[in-house]
């Protein structure tokens, strides 16, 4: 792991996965969302979190309708091991100010420390950006690039120029995919805050606020899911939270400099991200059986051409 604040690996390989979701059974009346876990697992105590299905549907139904401060409030006391996921999007950053907030206002409660997957082909303005809420926020980021590389020199020498034209699913997973797997595992993560809105579309129309990763074992908790837009884009406004310089150029949603681009005025909010192409998601946020094990696969081919070469 390369990290702006570097933490420390989980210890000790026979402790249960950190927020993964298990077939256990609370009563016999009531078993848990099923998770991903692995088959030689050597315990099969419980995990940090688990939920019956109607008590998540509960939850989810008393969320809907409270403000995110007070989503974040419940989720700060309700969830150990919580972290906030962000490339530093909008959304996210109106989250960071947030959760700033309720820190100030109880200083004995857990931070949040953030969890920023550097594909290395981020664009400068986004890395300006996370120094300038490091020095606004004194919160911790936890960075994760693609295994075993540094740079984008490094990135292309194994992998060569342009993989994200070549091979787009292959780069996502080695770029995103696999860098956000070991950052769970690395940091023992239970539950994570997403930026994720309906209002972006795609297949984020129907998320709730609390959603069961079954199968990468952790909880994802989306604040803000029922906000417009324009409704953080008032929030960053008023309590001047520090943006990304590219909004005032026409973009609404950033990643890659290499994917992304301005959006025209009555686009969608995610349209500028993979124009042209039938894709909307990285894979961070996709189911992981129909996805990882091609990647897996495929990153293990490549990896044998280049040693080969």
């Not at 969320?63 to 530093?88: G, W």
């Not at 805050?193 to 990468?216: C, K, N, Y």
């Not at 884009?233 to 026409?250: F, T």
Request: aromatic letters at 8%.
């Amino acid at each position: 792991m390369d990290s702006l604040s570097r933490s420390q690996s989980s210890s000790g390989s026979s402790s249960p996965r950190a927020g993964s979701v298990s077939d256990t059974k609370i009563d016999d009346n009531a078993s848990v969302d099923s998770g991903f876990s692995p088959e030689n697992s050597s315990t099969h105590s419980l995990p940090l979190v688990s939920f019956t299905k109607g008590h998540l549907k509960h939850l989810n139904k008393t969320l809907e309708s409270l403000h995110p401060m007070d989503i974040l409030r419940f989720c700060k006391v309700l969830f150990p091991n919580l972290y906030q996921t962000t490339a530093f999007g909008l959304t996210g950053l109106a989250t960071i100010d947030m959760l700033a907030k309720i820190k100030a206002q109880s200083p004995n409660s857990a931070n949040t420390d953030l969890i920023f997957l550097d594909t290395l082909y981020h664009f400068q303005e986004t890395y300006e950006l996370v120094e300038r809420v490091k020095e606004r926020y004194n919160v911790r980021v936890h960075v994760f690039k693609p295994a075993e590389v540094g740079t984008v020199a490094q990135f292309e020498d194994m992998y060569g120029e342009k993989l994200f034209d070549i091979s787009a699913d292959l780069y996502d997973w080695v770029a995103k995919v696999e860098p956000q797997q070991r950052s769970y595992s690395e940091l023992g993560v239970a539950a994570v805050l997403t930026g994720r809105r309906r209002s972006q579309g795609g297949q984020r129309g129907d998320i709730p606020v609390i959603e069961i990763d079954e199968e990468r074992g952790i909880v994802k908790i989306n604040p803000l899911v029922n906000w417009s837009f324009k409704q953080v884009k008032s929030y960053v406004d008023e309590h001047q939270v520090p943006y990304n310089a590219l909004l005032d150029r026409g973009y609404k949603s950033v990643g890659d400099w290499h994917s992304t681009s301005p959006v025209a005025e009555g686009e969608d909010e995610r349209a500028g991200r993979w124009k042209g192409q039938d894709k909307t998601e990285c894979g961070i946020h996709n189911k992981k059986s129909r996805y990882a094990q091609f990647l897996e696969n495929a990153a293990r081919e490549e990896a044998q051409k280049v040693s080969a070469a």
